[in-house]
T-cell receptor, first 115, second 113 residues
Framework: AQSVAQPEDQVNVAEGNPLTVKCTYS??????LFWYVQYPNRGLQFLLK??????LVKGSYGFEAEFNKSQTSFHLKKPSALVSDSALYFC?????????????FGRGTSLIVHP | DVKVTQSSRYLVKRTGEKVFLECVQD?????MFWYRQDPGLGLRLIYF???????EKGDIPEGYSVSREKKERFSLILESASTNQTSMYLC????????????FGPGTRLTVL
């Protein structure tokens, strides 16, 4: 079985400050991990993914995420937040050993960046 | 530019009506998915299809059916719409291997009166 948790419903950060959106996961094998962003009244857009290799993954719009196997986490980060980063962020996981077609999504975290 | 398109952005229907939501992808993806998104509940999988004419139930298939007659098109059907099916519906597509990301359409916001 696979699962993912986003422990914060909402994250507030001031523009220019670093931001972190948290994600933890559970899989029986190795994970494939994904972050997506959803702007208001839009579909989800892919940001980045971890497959294997380097634990720090860089993605679109200056975002990066750090894979931590011992803590089973894949937190999304950005060094300097922009007001335009305000959106809903979803973490998703697939079990690499299970070969499932279907990812499991977290419930989403609303990021609000204040001017 | 790769695309997943959905037939309507906003739709208003009456209770008991049959509703068709259409999704088309231009990336030759094997897999297609229908989700509904509700506040506080995240994305919930309704149905997915891994090949033409093949479908499998997701977490909440009750009250819905699907059709995939062509690889690029995946339709979601509400046989008799009810008010509790008022929601945002998202279509997605992707390749089979699990290390591949999904591509989402813009969503259809359905209101059932």
């Amino acid at each position: 079985a696979q699962s993912v948790a986003q422990p914060e419903d909402q994250v507030n950060v001031a523009e220019g400050n670093p931001l972190t959106v948290k994600c933890t996961y559970s899989v029986s094998g190795n994970p494939y991990l994904f972050w997506y962003v959803q702007y208001p009244n839009r579909g989800l857009q892919f940001l980045l993914k971890y497959i294997t290799g380097d634990n720090l993954v860089k993605g679109s719009y200056g975002f990066e995420a750090e894979f931590n196997k011992s803590q089973t986490s894949f937190h999304l980060k950005k060094p300097s937040a922009l007001v335009s980063d305000s959106a809903l962020y979803f973490c998703a996981v697939r079990d690499a050993s299970g070969g499932s077609y279907i990812p499991t999504f977290g419930r989403g975290t609303s990021l609000i960046v204040h001017p | 530019d790769v695309k997943v398109t959905q037939s309507s952005r906003y739709l208003v229907k009456r209770t008991g009506e049959k509703v068709f939501l259409e999704c088309v992808q231009d990336m030759d993806h094997e897999n297609m998915f229908w989700y509904r998104q509700d506040p506080g509940l995240g994305l919930r999988l309704i149905y997915f299809s891994y090949d033409v004419k093949m479908k499998e139930k997701g977490d909440i298939p009750e009250g819905y059916s699907v059709s995939r007659e062509k690889k690029e098109r995946f339709s979601l059907i509400l046989e008799s719409a009810s008010t509790n099916q008022t929601s945002m519906y998202l279509c997605a597509s992707g390749r089979t291997h699990p290390n591949n990301e999904q591509f989402f359409g813009p969503g259809t916001r359905l209101t059932v009166l």
